[in-house]
């Protein structure tokens, strides 16, 4: 087997949104049933959600183990829940893994879409990075999520159809706002969609390299 010279990124859903999914079935608006089992079976929901955090420890330690050189965990709607919400039904759980993983000495990512009001309590997990999506300026992100973090983010995917001078404006205006700050990951806000030209993100990534380089 060829060994690759790039470093690989493992990954996993977060137990709160692979737990949205079970009872969901899909990808939801309110996440109605998912938040009625929170409040109406408290039993019922930690037993859920510490089997997932348990099924999760695992995938991550095998995905290190196989040669990851970092994890990221994707809370894909836990921007859907309030602080308290998330504080008490969720954090303790997310909690658990990012302990799980210290000892493999390993970069810990965690990520959410819709996250803004939370930001503080998913750095308060345990990740070395904090992932931000598009809808906080990163120099207000950095300041919900406190100090001794990196953040990753956070431009808009949908704005990579634009024409090339709103996304170099965009790129600049995110490395600006973070201009003087250490632990800076640039990337998007969530993912790429299948219709974004791939030079164009090469165009994307130049400039970030360009700008670091100037600076």
Do not use: C
């Not at 060994?3 to 079970?22: D, H, K, Q």
């Amino acid at each position: 087997m060829d060994v690759l010279e790039v470093p690989l990124i493992g990954f996993a859903g977060a137990p709160f949104s692979v737990a949205s999914y079970l009872i969901e079935g899909g990808p939801s608006r309110s996440y109605q049933k998912t938040k009625a089992m929170m409040f109406s079976d408290k039993s019922l929901w930690d037993s859920l959600m510490e089997r997932l955090t348990d099924i999760t420890i695992e995938s991550l330690v095998s995905q290190i183990e196989a040669g990851a050189s970092a994890i990221q965990l994707f809370d894909s709607w836990a921007g859907s829940l309030s602080p308290e919400q998330y504080e008490h039904f969720v954090l303790p759980h997310s909690s658990k893994i990012f302990e799980a993983l210290f000892e493999y000495s390993v970069p810990r990512i965690h990520f959410g879409v819709g996250t803004g009001e939370i930001l503080h309590l998913m750095s308060a997990a345990g990740a070395d990075v904090v992932g931000v999506d598009w809808r906080v300026p990163i120099d207000e992100a950095r300041k919900r999520i406190g100090v001794g973090k990196a953040v990753q983010g956070n431009l808009d995917p949908s704005i990579l159809g634009g024409d090339w001078e709103l996304i170099s404006e965009e790129v600049i205006d995110i490395l600006e706002r973070n201009a003087g700050q250490h632990g800076h990951i640039f990337n998007l806000g969530h993912g790429v969609t299948p219709e974004v030209n791939p030079d164009v993100l090469k165009r994307v990534v130049d400039l970030v390299h360009n700008f670091r380089t100037a600076s």
